[in-house]
C-alpha cells in the first residue's frame, strides 16, 4: 500500500469507528470530576480561611503574652527586657509572614491552572517552569513556612511561658524542643522527597522536549 | 460561561468529532482498563477547555491538541501503570470497543504500526493520516514546519516499508 492508500484504510474508520461511548455514563463521569474539582476548590479555600483565622490567633497570643508578662513584672519575674519585646514581635511577626507565604502560595497555584490553546511544546515548557519554580522557589517558600511556623513561632510562645513562671528558656523540659526538632525534620524530608518527585518528573519532561526535537 | 451552555458545546463536538477521541485513545493505551482511563481522562480536559476555546483553530484541530496533550501526559505520568493507580474513579463502561472480528485489519494494522513510533511521533503520524497540513502540524505539536517535514518523511518511509514487508510477507 503506498501513502495514499494507508490514508484511506485510516479515514474507513471515520465511517465505522473502532469504538463507540455511553452518553449516560459520561455524563456521571462529567459531573463526577466537577463535583470533585469544586470539593477541591473549596477545600482549599478552607484551608486558607482556617490559616488565616490561626494566624490570627497566634499573633493574639504571642502580644498577649507580652502585654500580661509586661504587668507581671515583678522581681520574680524581672524587668521586661528588649528580649521581650524581641520575642513577643518576633512571633507575631512570624505568624504573620507565615500567612503571606501560604497566601502567595495559593495565587501561584492558581496561576498554574491547566490552559489550553498553545501547542504541545509549550505545554511541556510550562510545565517545566512549573517544575523548576516547585524546586526553587517553591522549595524555598516551603523552608521558609517550616521554620516560621514550626521553629520561631513556638519557640517564642515557650519563651513567654517560662518567663511568666519566672524560667528562662533554660529551665523549660527537652521535650517541647524534641518535638519542634521531629516537626522540623518531619517537614524536611518531606519536602525533600516532593522536590526529587519533581526532579524526576522535570527528566522525563525534558526527555519528551528531546524526542519532539528528533534528538 | 454558564454550564448547561458548555454541556450544549461538548455535546455538539462530541457528536461531530468522536472518532478524534477514539483514534488517539487507541493510539496510545492498549489494554481495556487504560483505554476507559484515558478516555475519560481525555473527554475531561475537552469538556474543561470549552471556556478556553476561543475559536482560532477549528474545532477537530483544538480537539485533537487537548487530546494529544492530555495522551502524552497519561502516558508519562509517575509510576501510573507499575502502581497500577488511577488519578480518577473510572466510570466503566464509558467506552466502548468493537469486537476484533468486525474490525478492519488493516486498520487494526495501522495502530500496530503507530504503536512503535516514539510518543511525538505517534502524535504527527495522527494529525498526518487525518490529512492535517504540515502548518497544522507544527502548530499543535510546536515545532518547526521543516523539523515536522524530516519526520514525516521518516514515518512515511517506515509506514511504507512495514507495508511492503507484509505484502511480500
Known amino acids: 500500500m503506498n501513502f495514499d492508500e494507508l490514508m484511506a484504510v485510516w479515514k474507513s474508520q471515520d465511517a465505522a469507528p473502532l469504538h463507540d461511548v455511553n452518553q449516560t455514563l459520561l455524563h456521571q463521569a ?14 482549599e479555600k478552607w484551608v486558607v480561611y482556617l490559616f488565616g483565622a490561626g494566624v490570627v490567633a497566634a499573633m493574639a497570643l504571642c502580644l498577649t503574652q507580652l502585654i500580661h508578662f509586661h504587668r507581671l513584672a515583678s522581681e520574680r519575674h524581672g524587668a521586661v527586657t528588649g528580649w521581650d519585646y524581641a520575642m513577643g514581635i518576633a512571633g507575631a511577626a512570624a505568624a504573620l509572614l507565615a500567612w503571606g507565604v501560604v497566601y502567595v502560595g495559593h495565587r501561584a497555584q492558581a496561576r498554574r491552572e491547566q490552559c489550553f490553546g498553545e501547542s504541545l511544546r509549550d505545554q511541556i515548557n510550562r510545565r517545566i517552569t512549573q517544575l523548576d519554580d516547585a524546586t526553587t522557589g517553591g522549595r524555598r517558600r516551603t523552608l521558609l513556612l517550616l521554620v516560621l511556623v514550626g521553629a520561631i513561632f513556638p ?17 523549660v523540659s527537652f521535650l517541647p524542643f524534641a518535638m519542634i526538632i521531629w516537626c522540623l525534620l518531619l517537614g524536611a524530608w518531606t519536602l525533600r522527597r516532593s522536590v526529587q518527585r519533581a526532579i524526576s518528573r522535570k527528566r522525563r519532561l525534558e526527555e519528551l522536549l528531546k524526542e519532539l526535537d528528533g534528538q | 460561561m454558564h454550564d448547561t451552555e458548555r454541556d450544549r458545546i461538548f455535546g455538539e463536538w462530541l457528536a461531530g468529532h468522536k472518532g478524534i477521541l477514539f483514534k488517539v485513545v487507541h493510539a496510545y493505551a492498549f489494554e481495556h482498563a487504560d483505554r476507559q482511563d484515558l478516555f475519560q481522562e481525555i473527554t475531561i480536559q475537552v469538556w ?15 480537539m485533537y491538541r487537548v487530546a494529544l496533550n492530555t495522551a502524552l501526559a497519561w502516558t508519562r505520568k509517575e509510576g501510573r501503570h507499575q502502581r497500577g493507580k488511577q488519578s480518577l474513579e473510572v466510570v466503566e463502561g464509558l467506552l466502548t470497543t468493537l469486537s476484533s472480528e468486525e474490525r478492519d485489519p488493516r486498520v487494526e494494522w495501522l495502530y500496530q504500526q503507530i504503536a512503535q513510533l516514539k510518543d511525538v511521533d505517534r502524535s504527527v503520524a495522527l494529525l498526518l493520516l487525518d490529512g492535517f497540513s504540515y502548518k497544522e502540524i507544527a502548530a499543535i505539536v510546536g515545532l518547526t514546519e521543516s523539523n515536522v517535514g524530516v519526520k514525516i518523511n521518516r514515518i512515511k518511509s517506515a509506514l511504507a516499508g512495514k507495508s511492503l514487508e507484509e505484502t511480500a510477507s
Open chain 1, 30 to 43: 462529567l459531573r463526577q470530576d466537577e463535583a470533585r474539582l469544586q470539593k477541591e476548590r473549596r477545600t
Open chain 1, 155 to 171: 519557640t517564642a510562645i515557650l519563651y513567654f511561658f517560662a518567663r511568666i513562671n519566672g524560667k528562662t528558656l533554660s529551665d
Open chain 2, 48 to 62: 474543561r477547555s470549552v471556556d478556553a476555546f476561543r475559536g482560532d483553530s477549528s474545532v477537530p484541530t483544538w
